[in-house]
């Protein structure tokens, strides 16, 4: 079926480890998204992705890496997980028009440990 | 830069009642506006959208006008029900912008039977 669909749905990890989260999307969108959301803060965004091999940060970058080799994946690595990085992350895509609505994949929720 | 204020919640109503969130935003240019749902353990769903002055997005019984006399676009629904207990964000694309999303925060709405 057509979607964007993460992975995993849960995650607990610990302090320090280095954690990737899985984001594809089925529809051939050109722009990809990484938000989190937390209590308070809606969803800010981590990074986005204009095409493959094309990356941005977004508000809140530090302690992530982004890659996109291809147009269907975008996945989002924590390198070194802190505490503060426990949240919900969620991935979206869009065909990148201002007036594109975003499609979003159900979520990863991520404890730090 | 760009922000999105909405009302603080959470809002409860009883069935069939009237509901206004307020959204209101500072952006430079012609933002396009949009509203999300976001249903328990599910990732964001688009509601509705408006992309210039006075456009009114309409579905599922929901609207919401853009007014950039007031930089507002509100939320209303004339009757709820218990399946519209959600969480509802407004939020905009700037003109010019690379596609991202800005989010008020959020609104917690909980209908009772």
């Known amino acids: 079926d057509a979607g964007i669909t993460q992975s995993p749905r849960y995650k607990i990890t610990e302090t320090g480890r280095q954690v990737t989260l899985m984001c594809h999307q089925t529809?051939?969108?050109?722009?990809m998204f990484w938000y989190r959301q937390d209590l308070g803060h809606g969803l800010r965004l981590i990074y986005y992705?204009?095409?493959?091999?094309?990356?941005d940060k977004g508000e809140v970058p530090d302690g992530y890496v982004v890659s996109r080799s291809k147009t269907e994946n975008f996945p989002l690595t924590l390198e070194s997980a802190t505490r503060s990085q426990t949240s919900v992350y969620f991935c979206a895509s869009s065909f990148g028009g201002q007036n594109q609505p975003q499609h979003f994949g159900d979520g990863t929720r991520l404890s730090i440990l | 830069g760009d922000s999105v204020t909405q009302m603080e919640g959470p809002v409860t109503l009883s069935e069939e009642a009237f509901l206004t969130i307020n959204c209101t935003y500072t952006a430079t240019g012609y933002p396009s506006l949009f509203w999300y749902v976001q249903y328990p353990g599910e990732g964001l769903q688009l509601l509705l959208k408006a992309t210039k002055a006075d456009d009114k997005g309409s579905n599922k019984g929901f609207e919401a006008t853009y007014r950039k006399e007031t930089t507002s676009f509100h939320l209303e629904k004339g009757s709820v029900q218990v399946s519209d207990s959600a969480v509802y964000f407004c939020?905009?694309?700037?003109?010019?912008?690379?596609?991202?999303?800005?989010f008020g925060s959020g609104t917690q709405l909980t209908v009772l039977p």
């Open positions: 992705s204009a095409a493959a091999d094309i990356t």
């Open positions: 529809w051939s969108h050109s722009y």
């Open positions: 939020a905009l694309t700037a003109s010019g912008s690379a596609r991202q999303l800005t």
